[in-house]
Structure formats: C-alpha cells, structure tokens
C-alpha cells in the first residue's frame, strides 16, 4: 500500500501562486503514476494534472495548461503541484493519488489505487 499526504493548500488571491506537495509512504519502491484532482462544492471530481512514474510523461486539463505544473522527486517520495495565476474557479478541494503504473499515466479517477485526505484551495477574486 501506498499513503499520500498532501499539504501546501490555501486562501489566496486571484492571480497568486500555491505550490501543492504530495508526500508518498509505504510500499514506493513499486513504480506509480502520480495524478491531482480537485472537487469544488456539488461538482464531481475533476482530474486536474498526472505524470508518469519516471517523470517523462504529463497530462493536464485543458483549463489549467500554461499555469500549472506537475513534477516528481521519486527519492524524497514526493510529487508537487505549482499553481500559478489562480482564478477563483481553481477553488477545491485537492487531492493527490497515485497507481501501481510503470508507463504512462490515467485520467481517470477509477484508475487510481490510493488517495490522499485533500487539501483546501481557496482563490478569491
């Protein structure tokens, strides 16, 4: 099994930058995909960004291309998410998962093996 713990999560303005981190622990020796995804009040959760397990491949959702950035540092166990220039539609809750996946990377949430608790992003305008 794999644990996640985000953090880096909070109130900001629109136009501010956050960087999320995803802290991995367990069973990290098995390649994963790391993905994040956010879930605003009454919307489904939403795949935001994922990279593949060497780093070589990255998705994003078309609304958040050009202003964030997925990455990974497989020898701390940890993957982040740099927010730049957020809107008040970035506003969600957060989370991070990943999936025992050597190649490539899934967008979709039922595809991934463990979460982590989420963490609150709140953009104001």
């Known amino acids: 099994q794999v644990q996640l713990v985000e953090s880096g999560g909070g109130s900001v303005q629109a136009g501010d930058s956050l960087r999320l981190s995803c802290a991995a622990s367990g069973r990290t020796s098995v390649g994963y995909a790391m993905g994040w995804f956010r879930q605003a009040p009454g919307k489904e959760r939403e795949f935001v960004a994922g990279i593949s397990w060497r780093g070589d491949k990255s998705s994003y959702v078309d609304s958040v291309k050009g202003r964030f950035t997925i990455s990974r540092d497989n020898a701390k166990n940890t993957g982040y998410l740099q927010m730049n220039s957020l809107k008040p539609e970035d506003t969600a809750v957060y989370y991070c998962?990943?999936?025992?996946?050597?190649?490539?990377?899934?967008?979709?949430?039922?595809?991934?093996?463990?979460w982590g608790q989420g963490t609150q992003v709140t953009v104001s305008s």
């Open positions: 998962a990943a999936q025992y996946r050597i190649l490539g990377i899934t967008v979709l949430a039922s595809g991934y093996d463990y």
